[in-house]
């Protein structure tokens, strides 16, 4: 509760950009509401789906080049 992971998914997300990745994703539970409050302030679209028990989380980092 102190932002830590906010902290370090923001770093990751800092080296990602700067080494060229084109996008990052990652699935969680959808009862995880801490993982997908974190996500959607870090700016990852989030995709829910209680049918199957997933939530998609997907974030463009650097758009391809040509």
Not at 3 to 10: C, E, K, N, Y
């Amino acid at each position: 509760g102190n932002g830590l992971g906010r902290l370090l998914m923001q770093k990751i997300i800092d080296y990602c950009r700067h080494k060229g990745t084109e996008k990052m994703s990652g699935m969680t539970m959808p009862t995880n509401s801490g993982m997908l409050h974190l996500a959607q302030r870090c700016g990852f679209s989030v995709e829910v789906h209680f049918e199957d028990g997933t939530a998609d989380l997907c974030l463009v980092l650097n758009k391809p080049m040509g």
